[in-house]
Nanobody, 125 residues
Framework: QVQLFESGGRAVQAGDSLRLSCAASGSSFSEYNVYWFRQAPGKDREFVGR???????GYLDSLKGRFTISRDKTKNVVYLQMSSLEPEDTALYYC???????????????????WGKGTQVTVSS
């Protein structure tokens, strides 16, 4: 059993940087692939990026170069570093964990084993 807790979301200005954290309980968390999704009001949940259990990362094409995912297995935490934030990045950001590795790209939100409750990021112009 894994529980996920996102933190770090807040209101920022366009151009700012922000780091979100996804902390996990459960000793097996290091074996999971961890995903970040986001959902803006009135929109579908959107894939942001992923880090595998082996440390390989992948991102939504439109976010490459601005968003970076890393993980600290000793602390059971996965980070989402966001830079040059834009008002369009405003959303509720979720982390999710999946033991398997989906072959579809970009991955969709269905089928994830565990979800956090999300952390709100608001970017003003």
């Amino acid at each position: 059993q894994v529980q996920l807790f996102e933190s770090g979301g807040r209101a920022v200005q366009a151009g700012d940087s922000l780091r979100l954290s996804c902390a996990a309980s459960g000793s097996s968390f290091s074996e999971y692939n961890v995903y970040w999704f986001r959902q803006a009001p009135g929109k579908d949940r959107e894939f942001v990026g992923r880090i595998t259990s082996a440390g390989s990362t992948g991102y939504l094409d439109s976010l490459k170069g601005r968003f970076t995912i890393s993980r600290d297995k000793t602390k059971n935490v996965v980070y989402l570093q966001m830079s040059s934030l834009e008002p369009e990045d405003t959303a509720l950001y979720y982390c999710a964990a999946d033991y398997g590795l989906t072959g579809s790209w970009p991955p969709g939100p269905n089928g994830m084993d565990y979800w956090g409750k999300g952390t709100q990021v608001t970017v003003s112009s």
